[in-house]
Antibody, heavy 128, light 107 residues
Framework: QHQFQESGPGLVKPSETLSLTCVVS??????????WAWIRQSPGKGLEWIGS???????SYNPSLKSRLTISVDTSRNHFSVKLNSVTAADTAVYYC????????????????????WGQGTLVTVSS | DIVLTQSPGTLSLSPGERATLSCRAS???????LAWYQQKPGQAPRLLIY???TRATGIPDRFGGSGSGTDFTLTIIRLEPEDFAVYYC????????FGQGTKVEIK
């Protein structure tokens, strides 16, 4: 069973880049059945999907964040990462990494689906 | 993108009662691609239901999901003390979005 540990700075200045890494343990990240995802939750608010990546490199991004977002995977280190640039106070949130099941739909092909295992989350505050 | 609207915002019930949570989509969810999560304070969400009605591993059978098209329901047939939490629905497929959540609180 995969387990996750998010790491990265807890404080980022406005206009700078937020960078987080999720180290995966208990299994390889190169399993074809899964995407690897980032989700965030602003204080006291709901969940927002950020984006997902398959170990082969295919990505799926939230359209509202796409212009500022890069998600990458390092199979040699069994981890994946998120970079969000030009951050503002609105990007303050708990950031979760998660395993996301891959599924096949005859219309859309392979796509990321539901999140079946989550990290404990890390709070990132955007402030000067 | 599909917008998910959950209702009610807060549900006040007593242990042993039945909870019915609604998730309405702004357009039809193809293929029954809807999941439900439970989140307790200070914890990550936990997957309860996927594909509208399939319980995730280890989820008790008092949790049930149903629905199709634009209307989906999570039912907890007898609330246990540990079930008081916030519940989110999530659509997947053409895009991935979450509802805003329903809080189930002790009456």
């Amino acid at each position: 069973q995969h387990q996750f540990q998010e790491s990265g700075p807890g404080l980022v200045k406005p206009s700078e880049t937020l960078s987080l890494t999720c180290v995966v343990s208990g299994g390889y990240i190169t399993i074809s059945d899964y995407y690897w995802a980032w989700i965030r939750q602003s204080p006291g608010k709901g969940l927002e999907w950020i984006g997902s990546i398959h170990y082969g490199g295919s990505t799926s991004y939230n359209p509202s964040l796409k212009s500022r977002l890069t998600i990458s995977v390092d199979t040699s280190r069994n981890h994946f990462s998120v970079k969000l640039n030009s951050v503002t106070a609105a990007d303050t949130a708990v950031y979760y990494c998660a395993r996301q099941r891959k599924f096949y739909d005859y219309l859309t092909g392979y796509s990321p689906a539901y999140f079946d295992s989550w990290g404990q989350g890390t709070l990132v505050t955007v402030s000067s | 993108d599909i917008v998910l609207t959950q209702s009610p915002g807060t549900l006040s019930l007593s242990p042993g009662e039945r909870a019915t949570l609604s998730c309405r989509a702004s357009q039809s969810v193809g293929g029954r691609y809807l999941a439900w999560y439970q989140q307790k304070p200070g914890q990550a969400p936990r997957l309860l239901i996927y594909d509208t009605s399939t319980r995730a591993t280890g989820i008790p059978d008092r949790f049930g999901g149903s629905g199709s098209g634009t209307d989906f329901t999570l039912t907890i047939i007898r609330l246990e003390p540990e079930d008081f939490a916030v519940y989110y629905c999530q659509h997947y497929g053409s895009s991935t979005t979450f509802g805003q959540g329903t809080k189930v609180e002790i009456k």
